[in-house]
């Protein structure tokens, strides 16, 4: 089946976040895309609404099988059903884990520019950002491991969170990056929490390893957050696991998220996320094609129109990273300007850490024509 990403569809008067908070602005800031979710996911919630009953939900043992062969499939990593923790989101995922593993005052290593919940999650349980500046070079980042390990072996520092595939700088970490950010932690005792909520967004050439897929040791010294909501646009359902192999620990998370309350799902989100898995693969390849197909557009109207704004490098998500630092301003007032000038929403890049000010975050997981209009915005702006 041929799917159609062309295909324009209101979202305003839908209590939006993206659309209905500001409806006379282009929204291409947040990481919700403009696609209709897959068919078979759709017609999954319609078949659950057309019940009409909607209480308490017990998960079934399908949705673990779903999760299951999924990521045996499609990522040759072999989980076991007593090692899913499934709650309303990664980012009550990561801050449970942290509340879990670490205490007030404890330091948090984090690869800077990055998520920007991820500062919120860390101050909220009382500890520390410990940053791990990424190195920006030839519109990429790479890491710098030497500080990586300085920073590790700070007995104060007890967890990592690892982004991957990274927002927003873009990268999809490669094994033998992911090898050294193991062998560091296991060698430190930091405990890693990795953030995958992006993994099935990668662009050609570019391949998605599961950190804990790379060792049993990793895979007992880590919690792997996913979930369907970003790959197939089901953020509103509020549906995400946890991957927890260690017993002991997996007891310590399971707690925590009972602790901040964050383990009741609802049912719509558990029919998605089976529908998803099970039935909507080859949407999901068609998504990834289309959106790689408006990157090269994004980078071609770039390069001919706007020369001196460099594009980083995506290797995954749907979030393009724009080096301004031509235009000699702080990230929040480009954003300003833009919002006043041309009725366009980007995020500012201080919002990921101070490493980002000199650049804007762009959504481009959206029709052609959406995104035609949002270029020439930004051609007006800044050409």
């Known amino acids: 089946m041929i799917y159609d990403f062309d295909k324009t569809i209101s979202r305003h008067n839908t209590n939006s976040v993206k659309w209905d908070i500001r409806p006379s602005v282009l929204p291409m800031w947040v990481a919700d895309m403009d696609f209709e979710t897959a068919p078979a996911v759709k017609a999954a919630v319609q078949h659950r609404a ?6 308490y939900v ?4 399908t949705y673990y099988d779903a999760i299951i062969n999924w990521f045996s499939r499609r990522h040759h990593w072999q989980m076991e059903k007593e090692w899913i923790i499934y709650t309303t989101g990664v980012v009550p995922a990561i801050s449970a884990i942290i509340k879990a593993m670490t205490q007030p005052g404890d330091g948090v290593l984090i690869q800077t520019p990055v998520y920007n919940c991820f500062f919120s999650s860390i101050k909220n349980n009382g500890c520390n950002a410990i940053e791990n500046e990424l190195v920006y070079h030839d519109n990429t980042y790479t890491i710098d491991f030497e500080d990586l390990e300085r920073k590790a072996s700070d007995p ?8 991957n595939p990274h927002n927003p700088a873009g990268r999809v970490w490669r094994r033998e990056e992911l090898q050294r950010i193991g062998d560091i932690c296991i060698r430190h005792h930091v405990f890693v929490i990795a953030d995958e909520i992006h993994c099935e967004l990668v662009m050609p050439r570019s391949e998605y390893i599961p950190f804990a897929s790379i060792s049993i040791e990793f895979e007992q010294n880590s919690a792997t957050g996913t979930s369907p909501s970003k790959s197939f646009n089901i953020a509103g359902l509020q549906i995400a696991n946890i991957t ?3 017993d002991t620990t997996r007891r310590r998370i399971n707690r925590a998220i009972e602790i901040n309350e964050v383990s009741h799902v609802n049912s719509f989100g558990v029919e998605a996320l089976i529908a998803a898995y099970n039935e909507s693969e080859d949407w999901l390849s068609q998504l990834n094609t289309y959106i ?3 990157y090269r557009y994004f980078c071609d109207f770039f390069a001919i129109n706007l020369p001196h704004f460099p594009v980083t490098k995506l290797e995954g998500t749907y979030l393009v990273w724009i080096d301004i630092s031509s235009l000699n301003k702080p990230s929040k007032a480009v954003i300003k300007e833009l919002l006043n000038k041309e009725n366009i929403w980007l995020n500012e890049g201080i919002m990921y ?14 029709p052609r024509q959406t995104l035609n209009d949002g270029l020439m915005r ?5 050409g």
């Open 378 to 382: 930004l051609k007006r702006a800044w």
């Open 58 to 61: 017990h998960v079934p043992g």
């Open 244 to 246: 927890i192999s260690d």
């Open 50 to 55: 057309e019940h009409g009953i909607f209480g």
């Open 156 to 163: 104060s520092t007890k967890v990592m969170i690892l982004c």
């Open 353 to 366: 850490g101070k490493s980002g000010d000199k650049f804007v975050r762009i959504n481009i997981a959206c």
């Open 292 to 294: 790689y197909s408006n």
